[in-house]
């Protein structure tokens, strides 16, 4: 079946760091890709999303690319703030014969120190 | 303000009792759904509605039961509350199965 699979966490950087957090996924089809963030005690923010190969999503100066070659959608970021801090969470949804949930990843906590 | 809503934010309980979660959503989605949340973070679907219709029902045990009175509200019943049942719960709803999914607050449950 469709899996997403991110980088283990605790990722810990300072503030102003360049961030990357992998994501890779497994699905038939051609699947949306989606970047949600979780901050503290909060819940689940849509951060960006991509819904064809080479599209590019972003937002907040956050950004991924849909890789197909690599069944990829890295989260990057050039320059962390510590209210950055957050569980960011990597989802497919795949539109070829889904019952429209998403598939989320793991999780990967994020914490910048200032 | 147009949102998913759910209610209870925090819900403590004993093992054994039964309670109920309500989310609604004002944004005149056609789906809904209850996400659940362990306690390493993991997110996984448990039930999915289309207006009214359940369209999703993953493994969960039947000691939870969605319930959708209209298609704006999914209330989540869960009887017979034991320890494992403790997680965050999260609804959402889409405006249909495949598009862009916007996700409540969440509700911590804490069996004791």
């Keep these: 079946g469709d899996s997403v699979t991110q980088m283990e966490g605790p990722v810990t950087l300072s503030e102003e760091a360049f961030l990357t957090i992998n994501c890779t996924y497994t699905a038939t089809g051609y699947p949306s890709l989606f970047w949600y963030v979780q901050y503290p005690g909060e819940g689940l923010q849509l951060l960006l999303k991509a819904t064809k190969a080479d599209d590019k999503g972003s937002n907040k100066g956050f950004e991924a690319t849909y890789r197909k070659e690599t069944t990829s959608f890295h989260l990057e970021k050039g320059s962390v703030q510590v209210s950055d801090s957050a569980v960011y969470f990597c989802a497919l949804m795949n539109y070829g014969g889904s019952q429209g949930n998403l598939i989320f990843g793991k999780g990967t906590k994020l914490s910048v120190k200032p | ?112």
Excluded at chain 2, 42 to 49: C, D, E, P, T
Excluded at chain 2, 61 to 85: C, Q, T, V, Y
Aim: charged content about 20%.
């Design chain 2, 1 to 112: 303000d147009t949102a998913v809503s759910q209610t209870p934010k925090y819900l403590v309980t004993q093992m054994g009792n039964d309670k109920s979660i309500k989310c609604e959503q004002n944004l005149g989605h056609d789906t809904m759904y209850w996400y659940k949340q362990d306690s390493k973070k993991f997110l996984k679907i448990m039930f999915s509605y289309n207006n009214k219709e359940l369209i999703i029902n993953e493994t969960v045990p039947n000691r939870f039961s969605p319930k959708s009175p209209d298609k704006a509200h999914l209330n989540l019943h869960i009887n017979s509350l034991e320890l494992g049942d403790s997680a965050v719960y999260f609804c959402a709803s889409s405006q249909d199965r495949f598009r862009l999914t916007l996700f409540g607050q969440g509700t911590r449950l804490t069996v004791v």
